[in-house]
């Protein structure tokens, strides 16, 4: 008996680390888009590198788990691309059942001159439920497959896209921001592009992550909570480079009252931020600029303008002192020379 114990102790301590880390990751579905069968002049290769990109932007446009081709390579134990590749929904269902998705998207891809056409089934494995998707033709190009990729992306209501509602058990995030396709981390892991709305999250809290390159990257502390929506929305700035220069040189940099260095010098900001700029010399007075900036620039202060001012005005202020002085003595003589009264004549007493 003590040794079933000791075994189950030394199992559940093998196990915890693996839980506890996990606690507190998205818990989405996982969503595999298996290659199509391929029909008329349309080659496996062409077919394979479509599928490809489907999953691709579909996992940066939604969010979803999408299982990459690598991912389901060893899941199946099996790098043949055939061995993913469907046309019913029995085997979809069988590959499915293997990979552990929660839902398995199959089709058929044809071709003919210029033309390709693309039908989409969709099977739910959780509720053994399968629905036609998308049925579409386009031209062959480039730029003509990412078209018919992003209305294949939005005619799919799977995982967690922008109809996911919070439920009992789990809660939904929510997140914008400007400029849109700012790159979601939950917790290290990446999770999407915004707009984004992601379900299926446990109660707890998440760190956040947003990128935009050029952007200065966005972080934040999310906490979700059982059958509510957390909305979180922010502006993504860019990290600019600002030289800070001074007449004479030296002077000492405070940005919003922290001490930064000493002129010259780089410093790097955020743009369309206010920031209070406070500058130091000894013997010089303290100068004060409150600015933001929209792209890299250069921050000049000249103290001797302000040196020469004081200059300007001190003297200003003696010689205005000096012309009243003049004036005020010469009134007061003249009101002086005023109540003496006039000479008397000669002769006259």
Same mark, same amino acid.
């Given at each position: ?118 039908? #989409?089934? =969709?099977?739910? %494995? @959780?509720?053994? +439920?399968?629905?036609?998707?998308? /049925? *579409? ?58 707009? #984004?709305? =992601?379900?299926? %999250? @446990?109660?707890? +809290?998440?760190?956040?992550?947003? /990128? *935009? ?137």
């Amino acid at each position: 008996m003590k040794l079933l114990k000791l075994q189950v102790s030394l199992i559940l301590l093998a196990i915890m680390p693996g839980i506890l880390s996990g606690q507190m990751r998205p818990q989405m579905p996982k969503i595999a888009i298996l290659n199509f069968a391929v029909r008329g002049n349309l080659g496996k290769a062409q077919a394979d590198r479509f599928i490809d990109m489907l999953r691709r932007e579909s996992a940066k446009a939604a969010g979803w788990s999408v299982l990459s081709l690598e991912e389901m390579a060893v899941s199946l134990q099996d790098s043949n691309a055939d061995a993913f590749r469907v046309a019913d929904l029995k085997q979809a269902r069988k590959i499915g059942k293997k990979l552990q998705a929660s839902r398995v998207i199959f089709g058929l891809m044809a071709q003919q001159d210029s033309l390709c056409g693309i039908r #989409l089934f =969709i099977h739910d %494995l @959780k509720k053994n +439920e399968a629905r036609t998707g998308l /049925t *579409k033709s386009f031209a062959t190009g480039d730029s003509a497959n990412m078209q018919a990729i992003a209305e294949i992306i939005a005619s799919l209501d799977i995982g967690p896209n922008r109809k996911i509602q919070p439920n009992d058990s789990t809660g939904v995030l929510v997140l914008t921001t400007v400029p849109d396709s700012g790159t979601v981390f939950l917790n290290d892991e990446m999770i999407g592009c915004t707009p #984004l709305r =992601i379900g299926y %999250l @446990k109660p707890g +809290e998440y760190a956040l992550l947003v /990128t *935009k390159p050029p952007c200065k990257p966005t972080r934040g502390v999310v906490t979700i909570q059982n059958g509510q929506m957390r909305e979180y929305h922010t502006v993504l700035h860019r990290e600019i480079t600002v030289l800070v220069e001074s007449t004479p040189a030296g002077a000492q940099i405070y940005i919003n009252d922290a001490p930064i260095g000493v002129a010259p010098r780089r410093v790097k900001l955020t743009s369309e931020t206010v920031y209070n700029f406070r500058f130091t010399l000894e013997g010089y007075s303290e100068v004060f600029k409150k600015i933001s900036f929209s792209q890299d620039k250069m921050l000049s202060v000249n103290f001797n303008d302000d040196r020469k001012k004081w200059y300007y005005w001190g003297g200003g202020s003696a010689a205005t002192i000096g012309v009243l002085y003049y004036l005020t003595s010469r009134n007061s003589r003249s009101r002086s020379k005023a109540g003496e009264g006039l000479p008397v004549p000669p002769g006259r007493p």
